[in-house]
């Protein structure tokens, strides 16, 4: 039951370029390469084929589509340029282009292309709410050919942000605890979430969000990563950990979750193999599944 195979955003071909990106002579010459080509999103949603990859086109027919005249260079594929650009929903749409929700396209993907949508949909996004400097209130511009920008008023620099989320199935002897919110699916249960905040760690972040859902103590010093994703809407990091409940009474805070409950090991197995009754988990793209086959095995 226990797969092996890497999850959804996990593996990347490219070679981020980071020598290229502080030449501004080498960008220049890559961006006039024939193998340099370009990807295209539009509303965050990525352009793909019908044979498992994202839709690539030669990059300088397109170039000047991308919103704000502004590619970003993904990296390199095998030596070659590889940009995306994000299409201005105002114009028109070059040709041909067909465009698929994200979570729809990353079931569809091969894995090496999940890799890339990754990371093009969580920059375009990143870029999207930082044209302006948070230190000031300047513009800002891009540098590096996307992997940072640079306030024209005070100098600040600014990176992309990444978000750490703490995922945890809670466990107690053969049972662990899932909870599901109001807006998703009839019957859709998953492992709790939050975001980490400013000086916790994983592990004691980890207990502090059980804490304030469903109302349970457990045992930081039990947690163990058990795997991490990216895991782009817009840029979280996903860090999935197994931690060991000390109390059962579940107490939930119905502004974060619905409902929790505990589900025994035989209902997980049979909610990873499709038979529950009642119930179902995420699909095999989404790390709360990998944590419920890990934990079953
Ligand atoms: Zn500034």
């Known amino acids: 039951m226990l797969s092996n195979a890497p999850l959804a955003f996990c593996v990347s071909p490219l070679d981020r370029a980071e020598d290229i990106r502080r030449d501004p002579d080498a960008l220049k010459a890559l961006e006039t390469r024939s193998d340099a080509s370009a990807i295209f999103f539009l509303k965050g949603d990525p352009a793909i084929c019908d044979n498992g990859q994202l839709l690539r086109r030669p990059y300088h027919l397109h170039r000047e589509a991308a919103q704000m005249g502004e590619p970003i260079l993904l990296g390199l594929q095998e030596g070659a340029p590889l940009y995306v650009l994000d299409l201005d929903p105002d114009q028109p749409t070059p040709t041909g282009l067909e465009f698929c929700d994200t979570r729809t396209a990353s079931m569809q993907l091969a894995i090496a292309e999940t890799g890339i949508l990754a990371q093009a949909r969580s920059m375009i996004e990143w870029r999207r709410k930082h044209r302006f400097c948070s230190n000031c209130g300047g513009g800002t511009i891009q540098t590096e050919a996307?992997?940072?920008?640079?306030?024209?008023?005070c100098g600040t620099e600014h990176f992309p942000r990444v978000d750490p989320v703490a995922i945890m199935l809670v466990v107690k002897d053969d049972w662990c605890l899932l909870g599901r919110q109001e807006?998703?699916?009839?019957?859709?249960?998953?492992?709790?979430?939050?975001?980490?905040?400013?000086?916790?760690t994983?592990?004691?972040?980890?207990?502090?969000?059980?804490?304030?859902?469903?109302?349970?103590?457990?045992?930081?010093?039990?947690?163990?990563?058990?795997?991490?994703?990216?895991w782009p809407f817009a840029s979280s990091l996903m860090i999935g950990l197994i931690i060991e409940a000390i109390t059962v009474d579940i107490?939930?805070?119905?502004?974060?979750?619905?409902?929790?409950?505990?589900?025994?090991?035989?209902e997980v197995r049979a909610m990873l193999s499709g038979a529950h009754s009642e119930a179902d988990i995420p699909p095999k793209i989404a790390i709360a599944r990998r944590l419920l086959e890990v934990w079953a095995d």
């Open 202 to 230: 994983i592990q004691d972040g980890c207990a502090r969000e059980i804490w304030e859902e469903a109302g349970l103590r457990t045992n930081p010093e039990t947690a163990r990563i058990i795997d991490n994703q990216p």
């Open 146 to 153: 996307g992997r940072k920008r640079l306030c024209e008023t």
């Open 183 to 200: 807006s998703w699916p009839p019957r859709m249960w998953s492992a709790l979430a939050g975001f980490m905040e400013p000086g916790e």
């Open 251 to 266: 107490h939930i805070d119905t502004h974060e979750i619905e409902a929790a409950r505990w589900f025994s090991k035989d």
